[in-house]
């Protein structure tokens, strides 16, 4: 089984939780990433997915392999939703489990920044005026951030704690 | 003196194709590979062609359903491989070919054969660049072994050097571009393009799935199109005349054959293309 996955289906984030599972674990830490309902001052009523399946797989394993071999955490998985969406469904799940709480969220952080970078998945909005529109390619795409470096700066502020 | 024995040509394939980051020996022009084309070029010319080959490729299939020469030399680059058709046939003079050289023409190689003086080392053609030789588009004497054994047991590889310090006869060339060699992906791109023009059938079919924003704007989630672009690059901007796409191909990014590529990547007939829109995961 790949540690990054797709589901058309309401996310089962205890059935993620019990794949992390470890005696040698001291803790688990997930995230989830829910549909809101405003994105940019619009009212948002519901929310599509698509993927490259193929592509995003592979990318998406990955990564969560480079957070397992840069933090040394126990256990990761990570399974994102495609197709319709409503607000408050769960659009996107993130489970690692560690011996150490430190690299649990250092690593589930990792993971969730990593996928919305470049995993290819795409969100469409459809917002209560009637309006709709892919998020970052209707208007001029932001320049991407820097996430690593970004998140070493975080890690080194860390240590100086 | 009689000189009876007949020409033979040796094309070179043992270039590591470094800057092309893919075998240049397997490089397709119209569905041929651009090895078998400059042997079937060399055979109209030479009494029989051989394929010059380091020890590791002589199973590769490209180049094992040619004749071949295998380089008995040790790493010596196109010296090694020259010496090696010399020991393998020591009275033949030898028309030594790369197999980078695309726009290589009947005539050009007419002509060297024509202008051909067995008293020097070696007949070759002066660059349209900076007017020294070409050694790898050349006819090579039997009388060059010798030298050739010193040259390399001195450690020098370069056979241009080698001409350049040997009595040897050189040509202007007959068409300026007839020697233009490809190392780059974009060279490749260029030449392939060039040849399609002249009648070689250059086409290919390439397949785009498209998602999202792109998916929308195409009307379609796949496209089946029959192209004379050689990279995605190319391919984007051609699409871009058939559909109204908005985004510029700097935001977004391609995969090839189901995995990140680069715009300038050689696509081949049958590949799947994916333009990648800004992504929105999370």
């Known amino acids: 089984m790949t540690r990054f996955r797709f589901t058309a289906t309401p996310i089962d984030v205890i059935a993620g939780r019990c794949e992390l599972l470890d005696v040698a674990a001291g803790g688990y830490v997930s995230f989830e990433g829910w549909v809101r309902d405003h994105n940019e001052g619009l009212a948002v009523r519901r929310l599509e997915y698509e993927a490259f399946v193929d592509l995003a797989v592979k990318e998406g394993d990955r990564i969560v392999g480079e957070a397992l071999r840069r933090f040394s955490v126990r256990h990761a998985l990570c399974v994102h939703r495609v197709g319709e969406l409503a607000v408050g469904d769960i659009a996107v799940w993130v489970g690692v489990s560690a011996v150490h709480r430190g690299e649990a969220f250092d690593a589930c952080r990792f993971i969730i920044d990593e996928v919305k970078h470049r995993v290819p998945i795409w969100k469409k909005e459809h917002y209560v005026n009637g309006d709709s529109g892919w998020v970052n390619c209707e208007r001029c795409a932001a320049a991407p951030r820097d996430v690593h470096a970004e998140y070493d700066e975080r890690a080194a502020r860390h240590a100086h704690d | 003196m009689t000189d009876a024995a007949p020409l033979y040509a040796l094309v070179l394939a043992g270039g590591a194709s470094k800057r092309m980051q893919r075998d240049k020996a397997a490089l397709d022009y119209g569905g041929e590979s651009q090895l078998d084309r400059t042997v079937a070029l060399a055979r109209r010319h030479a009494a029989a062609t051989f394929v010059s080959v380091r020890p590791d490729q002589a199973a590769d299939p490209v180049r094992a359903r040619h ?61 349209a660049y900076d007017g020294l030789s070409e050694p790898l588009c050349a006819i090579w004497e039997p009388k060059s072994a010798e030298a050739l054994a010193q040259w390399q047991a001195q450690g020098r590889t370069c056979p241009r050097k080698f001409l350049g310090a040997h009595a040897v006869t050189l040509l202007d060339p007959i068409d300026e571009h007839a020697l233009d060699n490809v190392n780059t992906p974009e060279e490749y791109a260029l030449a392939r393009a060039a040849l399609d023009t002249t009648g070689a059938p250059g086409r290919m079919q390439i397949k785009i799935q498209y998602y999202a924003l792109l998916r929308e704007q195409a009307g379609k989630s796949t496209e089946a199109i029959d192209t004379l672009s050689a990279t995605p690059a190319e391919l984007y901007r051609e699409l871009g005349a058939r559909h109204p796409f908005t985004l510029p191909h700097e935001q977004l990014k391609v995969a090839v054959n189901g995995e990140f590529s680069d715009w300038s990547h050689g696509l081949r007939s049958g590949d799947v293309v994916v333009f990648i829109p800004p992504v929105a995961g999370g």
Not at chain 2, 75 to 98: M, T, Y
Not at chain 2, 100 to 107: H, T, V
């Open chain 2, 67 to 127: 004749t071949l020469i295998v380089d008995a030399f040790g790493d010596g680059g196109p010296i090694a491989g020259i010496r090696s058709a010399l020991r393998h046939s020591p009275r033949n003079p030898w028309l030594v070919l790369a197999c980078d050289l695309p726009f290589l023409s009947d005539e050009a190689i007419a002509h060297l054969i024509r202008s051909r003086d067995p008293s020097r080392f070696a007949t070759a053609y002066r660059s």
